[in-house]
């Protein structure tokens, strides 16, 4: 049960009974809000304003119309109205306690399916294979394996597919390293390391810098070559592609140890670049049919989303170029590749919506890629661009780990373990040091502890910012164990735990029978009111695509707990009523934490 839906269907049928335009009543609903201050009550309704405009009347007089055209109803206190046209909306005691008993016994927490459940095609992680991982990619990875959960649990149907980027000049550089520098030996021994070695050494040779793209430099004669390789092997030369068969195994395996150490999903699909290759000339050709392609100094270009080929130097300078589709020499393109995907994606999958989780500088490519698939006749098909910002570095430049590479990736996770570790062990010293009683972990424990806490610093980090933005990788910051990350999630987590540890209390029972609940203190209340906020907390953060709205939620619940924490004695509480109702509570607090980060690919420890 989503609170804020129950409140605006009980403000629907009398805003559309005061609406004369029923196309407004979802814009009026829409001002309907959690209030930022808790003595304003627990929601308001911010409509009156706007709608006496519409009705020529006084704002206060609106909202008293309005709230007595509400239905009679068991859940909402007597709404007050403030200032210009405020109505403060706060729940009955005994409407959110029934409902948190409620909650109790459901394994989702009070999230119910949607009611019609979508066909989503998410594109993420989409690395270039055959090259280090690059930061992006890691941002993607993170952000889309979140995204996937949230609209799972949700009910909808989400197809997963990592669009490689296996077909690119990364392999045209590989196979000229590869017939020129190769060590037997030392492909034999470990194929990922020699490729990498390769990788470098051409590049090298080439004289790219460490940031310039694989396609940058044009007249080295290095890259010339590399370029004829990769003509080769889209032409189908057999030699050059017994070699990229034999290259893929070892770049998937570049890739898996870091998917795995951050716990990503498995894909369902794993359609690389390389996968569409024999469907580009028939879509060319099926473009250029239809009059959405056009042929241009020899090329084939496709229109700019305006649908506009700019021709007068004016109008390339105002307007966005249009997006080749085949070269000059017959090579297709990313565009092209893009294009066949969506038809392919289309046919296979019938999805309502794709989603694309790439970063923000390919925003002009997707703008095109979507306009002119529309005008292809994909009309029905929801086509979202989920971009996200730069990771920045200390400096605040890009974030550039100094050679790239997955080694480093997996470096940087280390660090952030030994990071939380160190934390850890501080803490737990400290707290002997005040004379509390302290649990000594195992080694292996220990380990646990650094792993889930480090993996999930680094993860929540990342999900914690409006993915728009960019954001500065910080390790202190990020491994904090006070503050809005994930180390004080998951301390709070583990408190929970404790809590029924040290009674010697079995949680089942609390989601069984779920005892009464007794708000004796405003903390409980407030607490309450948290926990029941779960399904709207996960609603929201799906309908923008959105983690950090999750992230955020949690910080909200972690306060509200931590101010309970202090205020409400859970084992000692003065009579066992109350207790049994504290213990539901926290362990309901846990439930929703650990749900939460679950949304997030992050794990929890009960004991830390
Ligand atoms: N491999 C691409 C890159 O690294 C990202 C691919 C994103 N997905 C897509 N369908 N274009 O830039």
Known sequence: MNLLTEIRSLFRPALTAMVPE???????????????????????????????????????????????????????????????????????????????????????????????????????????????????????????????????????????????????????????????????????????????????????????????????????????????????????????????????????????????RLGILPFDYQHGESFYHPMLPAVVEELLAKKIAFESHGAIVIPNAKGIIPQTPEEQKKEDPPAIIRKRDGAFTYMTSDLATIKYRAEQFQPHAILYVVGAPQALHFKTLFAQARRWGYTAIDFQHIQFGSMLGPDRKMFATRKGGTVELMELLDDAAALSLQKYEAGVAERRAHGHKVYEATAAEKQMIAEVVGVGAVKYADLSQNRTTDYVFDLDKMTATVGNTAAYMQYAYARCCGIFREGQVDPARFRHQPPDVIFSHPAERALALQLLRFPEAVENAAAEYYPHLMTAYLWELAKSYSVFFENCPVLKAETPQLRDSRLLLVDLVARTIRQSLELLGIGVMERM
Not at 86 to 115: C, H, S
Not at 157 to 184: A, E, P, S
Request: glycine share 6%; hydrophobic share 45%; net charge negative.
């Open 22 to 260: 029923p196309a407004l009543v979802p814009e009026f609903l829409a001002a309907i809000k959690p209030t930022a201050n808790p003595e304003h009550g627990d929601y308001q309704a911010n409509c009156a304003m706007a709608l006496g405009k519409v009705l020529g009347q006084k704002p206060p007089q609106v909202a008293q119309q309005l709230v007595a055209a509400l239905p009679a109803n068991d859940r909402l206190e007597k709404p007050t109205i403030a200032g210009p046209g405020f109505i403060n909306l706060r729940f009955k005691t005994e409407f959110l306690a029934q409902a948190l008993r409620q909650i109790a016994t459901d394994p989702k927490l009070g999230v119910a399916p949607v009611a019609a459940a979508k066909t989503y095609v998410i594109d993420y992680s989409s690395p270039n294979v055959a090259k280090p991982l690059h930061v992006g990619h890691l941002r993607s990875t993170i952000i889309g394996d979140a995204i996937t959960r949230i609209l799972r649990f949700l009910g909808h149907k989400v197809i997963t597919d990592n669009h490689l980027g296996d077909w690119g000049t990364q392999f045209g550089i590989l196979l000229y390293g590869y017939k020129n520098f190769r060590n037997d030996a030392a492909f034999a021994a470990d194929p990922v390391r020699e490729l990498l070695r390769l990788y470098v050494h051409v590049r090298h040779l080439a004289h790219l810098a460490e940031d310039d793209d694989d396609d940058a430099a044009t007249d080295n004669p290095v890259m010339a070559a590399c370029r004829e390789e990769t003509a080769k092997l889209h032409a189908g030369d057999p030699e050059n592609v017994a070699l990229w068969k034999l290259f893929m195994p070892a770049c998937m395996e570049m890739l898996r140890p870091i998917y795995e």
